[in-house]
């Protein structure tokens, strides 16, 4: 079986006179969840929505299972569930009442919708709110519910625009272990800003900066890829800059101060265990010592460079 999802091929999106997304290349396996990394402006909610079949492209191709979303819209769609940035919720409907609405909208077939209804509020953990009107839930039941919709035609695709948008830490918590569930049966495609949560629950990682694909490839990949290469040091008594030189795997040193260095190295971040073995028996009086992660502008600003290059 091939197992490419979603394939898109030379997507470019213009409004009015400026590019949003230009020449995205992308594809998406059957399974797991995919993180659409970019900060604010970047384009994820432009690819997304052309993802769903919600915009139209000014350019390029967009497959989900083999099916050509431009030419065939209504079949490409019963493939995907979208929970758009905000939720399209109809506030003063119960929770079945708006299940109910959505499975009508997604063609779920009469004589199988209760059982439908049934299996999301299941899934996604909101059977005891069933005739809770949907303004009377906290915001992360709600974005449950926009789960529920998104997966009640049980689509193999699940695209979620920045889903933990809003929510205190706990609800975060409680929404990633929904996702990661979901994401057994089915692809999910999440979109963030934060670095970090797309590291806490997506295998893949698709890296969206102005508009173009910098980075694609696998998590793991991605955090070989910003490992730390550098570490801040503060000692009372520092040996010389060619004391920290000899140091295997160092490749350069920089003194900020007397007492605060700031050396460069190759290899994994077990060389702190090293510096402060030396430290110890040579004397150095370290005080602290910090492996520097980049931030996420820096990694954007790296990565944008090296596509330049
Ligand atoms: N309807 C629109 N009309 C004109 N320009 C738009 C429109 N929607 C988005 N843009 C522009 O397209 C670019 C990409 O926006 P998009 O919303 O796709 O980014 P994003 O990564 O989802 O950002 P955010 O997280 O802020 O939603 C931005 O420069 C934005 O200002």
């Given at each position: 079986m091939n197992d490419t999802l979603v394939k898109i091929e030379g997507l470019s999106h213009k409004y009015t006179d400026s590019?949003?997304?230009?020449d995205i290349n992308l594809e998406i396996g059957y399974r797991g969840i995919v993180g659409l990394l970019g900060s604010n402006g970047a384009g994820k909610s432009t690819t997304m929505n052309i993802l769903c079949g919600v915009l139209n492209q000014t350019a390029g191709n967009v497959y989900i299972d083999g099916i050509d979303m431009r030419k065939n819209p209504e079949q490409a769609k019963m493939q995907i569930g979208f929970m758009p940035q905000?939720?399209?919720?109809?506030?003063?409907?119960t929770v079945d009442e708006y299940l109910n609405h959505c499975a009508h909208l997604r063609s779920v077939p009469k004589h199988q919708i209760r059982q439908a209804i049934h299996e999301a509020k299941e899934r996604c953990s909101i059977g005891h709110f069933?005739?809770?009107?949907?303004?009377?839930?906290?915001g992360g039941y709600r974005q449950r519910v926009g789960i529920a919709q998104a997966i009640i035609h049980k689509p193999k695709l699940v695209v979620l625009d920045?889903?933990?948008?809003?929510?205190?830490p706990n609800q975060i918590i409680e929404l990633r272990g929904l996702i990661k569930e979901v994401a057994t049966e089915r692809a999910v495609v999440f979109s963030s800003h934060i670095l970090s949560e797309v590291q806490m629950i997506c295998q893949d990682i698709r890296m969206i900066d102005g508009g173009r694909i910098v980075f694609a490839d696998s998590m793991d990949a991605f955090n070989n890829h910003i490992a730390p290469h550098s570490i801040l040091l503060q000692m009372d008594n520092p040996p010389t800059e060619d004391e920290l030189k000899?140091?295997?795997?160092?490749t350069a040193v920089e003194f900020l101060t007397e007492r605060q260095i700031r050396l460069w190295f190759n290899g994994d971040a077990e060389i702190t265990k090293r510096i402060v073995e030396l430290s110890v028996q040579q004397g150095w009086e370290l005080r602290e010592i910090n492996l520097e992660k980049s931030s996420l502008t820096e990694i954007f600003a790296h990565l944008s460079n090296h596509r330049k290059n």
């Open positions: 590019w949003a997304v230009k905000t939720p399209p919720l109809y506030m003063d409907m069933s005739k809770r009107i949907l303004r009377n839930l906290s920045e889903p933990t948008n809003g929510l205190d000899n140091i295997p795997d160092i």
